[in-house]
Nanobody
Framework: QVQLVVSGGGLVQAGGSLRLSCTASGSTFSTYGMGWFRQAPGKEREFVAAISGSSGRTSYADSVKGRFTISRDNAKNTVFLEMNSLKPEDTAVYYC?????????????????WGQGTQVTVSS
């Protein structure tokens, strides 16, 4: 079972930036897609961004497109989420997830391992 460790959350003012990291255990990291999801208070968990295993193709939720960038370093078993121009509505617990498939997927049921989540709070 792959273990995912998330880091990088925190408190930032609107307009600021944060970078999240998620490191996976195991030796097959490049064979599966990775995703980021978030859950705001009182809301369901939603898709944020995804990246395929080896080609690096990405997809984003419309709400973060142009502000967030997902990337990965397969040599370090790590996926990143660079968040710029943060807004108060980006406040949520952010989770990384390991995909079942090699390509990028936008739905939670396409993921079979989850990190512990990290709080991102954006103040106005």
């Amino acid at each position: 079972q792959v273990q995912l460790v998330v880091s990088g959350g925190g408190l930032v003012q609107a307009g600021g930036s944060l970078r999240l990291s998620c490191t996976a255990s195991g030796s097959t990291f490049s064979t599966y897609g990775m995703g980021w999801f978030r859950q705001a208070p009182g809301k369901e968990r939603e898709f944020v961004a995804a990246i395929s295993g080896s080609s690096g193709r990405t997809s984003y939720a419309d709400s973060v497109k142009g502000r967030f960038t997902i990337s990965r370093d397969n040599a370090k078993n790590t996926v990143f989420l660079e968040m710029n121009s943060l807004k108060p509505e980006d406040t949520a617990v952010y989770y990384c997830a390991k995909g079942i498939y090699a390509d990028r997927r936008n739905y939670q049921y396409d993921y079979n391992a989850w990190g512990q989540g990290t709080q991102v709070t954006v103040s106005s």
